[in-house]
């Protein structure tokens, strides 16, 4: 579990330290927005939930991880499995720590600064604001596939599968968005993710879906490591 452990905390502070920082960036500048809008009131009535821009960090934590920081970890004799173990901390702990913001500001600050200026967050948003333990898990869940489903795609792209599935991913947007029975497919697929209720069949759908995405890479690594 140390070398997984060790692998989790190279990932925690090499390159990520940009998404941190472009989130943490968006972060301040929603609470900016809101205190001048209070003391000037001259932008707008409603404003983006802070924790939102969070969620930045899930979507470019991910594509360093497994880009940049795998080039550098295979260079010094990582072994793609520790890897790979080492990666999932770092998703798990990522989707946890800014679930458990999330929902702190949405049940703690959100409320009192509604008084003032309509906040959007995806949490009441997307219906997940059935209960604390369900705000946290759909946004835990959701955050989890978001972040393999990125993991996936950016880590194949070494290979022509990567780029197959790159293609593929388009076509199904362009091709089941304007034809009315695709469409349903896609709704329903979004439905089962995001909306369903109660919550825990998309929770479970999510999990089931970032472990079977994420597990794919296994395959990947058996092409390219005999250790």
Not at 27 to 40: C, E, S
Not at 181 to 208: D, G, K, S
Request: hydrophobic share 55%; glycine share 4%.
């Amino acid at each position: 579990m140390s070398k997984y452990w060790m692998v989790a905390k190279v990932n925690f502070k090499k390159t990520t330290w940009i998404a941190y920082l472009v989130a943490g960036i968006c972060f301040v500048a929603m609470i900016a927005d809101f205190i001048l809008d209070y003391t000037v009131n001259t932008i707008g009535d409603s404003t983006v939930a802070a924790y939102c821009m969070l969620y930045l960090v899930c979507i470019l934590a991910p594509i360093f991880i497994a880009s940049v920081n795998y080039t550098k970890m295979m260079n010094i004799g990582v072994k793609k499995k520790t890897y790979f173990g080492g990666c999932m901390i770092n998703y798990v702990m990522f989707a946890a720590v800014i679930s458990l913001f999330g929902v702190l500001e949405h049940y703690l600050i959100d409320p009192v600064l509604s008084a003032h200026k309509t906040i959007y967050g995806l949490i009441p948003v997307f219906g997940w604001d059935t209960s604390v333990f369900g705000a946290f898990f759909s946004q835990f869940s959701f955050l989890l596939l978001v972040e393999a489903v990125i993991h996936t795609l950016v880590f194949m792209q070494a290979k022509w599968y990567g780029w197959v599935a790159d293609v593929l991913i388009v076509a199904i947007i362009s091709v089941f968005t304007p034809i009315p029975a695709l469409r349903e497919a896609e709704i329903f697929f979004f439905n089962f993710t995001i909306f369903r209720q109660p919550a825990i069949i998309h929770i479970a759908v999510c999990l089931v879906l970032s472990s079977f995405i994420y597990l794919t890479n296994i395959f990947y690594l058996k092409n390219r490591d005999n250790g």
